[in-house]
């Protein structure tokens, strides 16, 4: 089995932010309660409403929405 | 071979980078929330807008519920998933075709639902991919999907 080191880069890169979201999780629901937020590198990129609308305003900041880490921020209990 | 979960707000998240070259799709990231009620798993409306799928010419593969609305399943091409396992080290996961999730309702308000719904893995991943699923909520590094070799 081949590691990609590409894939595994993206990978870590995505797990770091998960554990940001974590661990910042009080904060962000405070901030962004029922919003989606756009993180890259531990720092939200931006967020909105509706994922539409996010992936608009990142793309105005010429950053593509699938290299960031997309996540709904709820204060609310989800239950699928 | 082991694949870490992480454990957020009372989600189970899989981590992944998916490709698929039918959509001309190189390396994307994306997470999953594990759902053991759901037999089915699926890309939702948003992330299908995210990876710009075209959803609207899809075949359609079958009707489900979600949380009692109802929802069509569309088929895609096939995807590449990519997870990290120990040793810093990736697995990749061939499929033919995955699914990806849209409301029947019209209406604005369950058509923003839909797309704000978070994309699935559901049982039918581990049935089909020879995959178990181990869960402990009070312990992170206990949470991983383990694959059975053959």
Redesign the interface.
Known sequence: METNPQVLELLNQNESDLDWVKNNLNYLQDKYNEEFIAIKEGKVIDHAKLITDLIKKVKKQEINITDTLVYFVSKIAIVL | MRIPL?F????L?L???VTSPAYR?G?????F?I?T??SRSFFSE?EA???SLPINSLPKLENMR??GSPYELFKTKGFTF???IED?????LKLDYFAVSKTTRKTGKAQ?ES??F?S?IGTDFFVQNNMALHFNPNNESDNYIEIIQK
Do not use: E, L, R
């Open positions: 992480k957020v707000a009372g989600q998240i981590n992944s980078v799709i390396f994307k990231k994306i997470i929330v759902d009620g759901s948003g807008f995210k990876f979600m949380g990519h997870f990290k810093n080290k990736t697995y990749s923003t797309q704000n978070p699935i």
